[in-house]
């Protein structure tokens, strides 16, 4: 079946570590995205790609990297500017074209040591 | 500006009553709506996307939801709730500007039996 992997599950981040999270889709879409969301304030977009090679800040970009090498592969780094990094993060993506609903992965919950 | 807002945080409904979800929208276009369900610790689940024609749009689940330009809303409907309705609940506007999307806060869900 097509759809979106996240790992890990869970991850732990020490202070001024960088960790880096997995999304991997096969669904064979070209934008992919990352949310972080923190309770009671949805989603909000940290980066996104609408293809290889090419990414775009969101709104809450400061402290985060991406990469987008492989149009199936988009992983999100947390870097150690990200002083509260405690979330869960989502990742999604979308057909071109512009009238498709996003599919989303199971998401990361990062936790601070 | 894009937004979105969910007016309600929080909601009870006893099982098998009516339940209805609020969703007001500002958009600076034709607007692609669309309404998600989240579990704890899981991503988010398309429930049903309005695109154009007919307002009234059945999802999955039993849901529906009807858009009204004039009031810039779509609310979420279900004429009788089950106690594995209980969720958070996201209502989504978009694509708009290289393809981002934007989210309601949320609404949780608790269904009393």
């Known amino acids: 079946d097509g759809g979106i992997t996240q790992s890990p599950k869970y991850l732990f981040r020490k202070e001024g570590q960088n960790v880096t999270l997995s999304c991997e889709q096969n669904?064979?879409?070209?934008?992919m995205y990352w949310y972080r969301q923190d309770p009671g304030q949805g989603l909000r977009l940290i980066y996104y790609?609408?293809?290889?090679?090419?990414?775009q800040k969101g709104d809450i970009a400061e402290g985060y990297s991406v990469s987008r090498e492989k149009k199936e592969s988009f992983p999100l780094t947390v870097t150690s500017a990200q002083k509260n990094p405690t979330a869960f993060y989502l990742c999604?993506?979308?057909?071109?074209?512009?009238?498709?609903?996003?599919?989303f992965g199971d998401g990361t919950r990062l936790s601070i040591l | 500006a894009q937004s979105v807002t969910q007016p309600d945080i929080h909601i009870t409904v006893s099982e098998g009553a009516s339940l209805e979800l609020r969703c007001n929208y500002s958009?600076?276009?034709?607007?692609?709506l669309f309404w998600y369900v989240q579990s704890p610790g899981q991503g988010l689940q398309l429930l049903l996307k309005?695109?154009?024609?007919?307002?009234l749009v059945q999802g999955i689940k039993g849901f529906e939801a009807e858009f009204k330009r004039s009031q810039s809303s779509f609310n979420l409907r279900k004429p009788s709730v089950h106690w594995s309705d209980a969720a958070e609940y996201f209502c989504?506007?978009?694509?708009?500007?290289?393809?981002?999307?934007?989210f309601g806060s949320g609404t949780k869900l608790n269904v009393k039996p």
């Open positions: 999604a993506s979308t057909p071109s074209g512009g009238d498709q609903p996003q599919h």
């Open positions: 790609s609408q293809i290889v090679n090419d990414f």
């Open positions: 309005y695109f154009s024609g007919d307002t």
């Open positions: 958009y600076g276009a034709t607007p692609y």
């Open positions: 989504a506007v978009g694509p708009y500007n290289f393809n981002k999307f934007y």
């Open positions: 669904l064979n879409h070209d934008a």
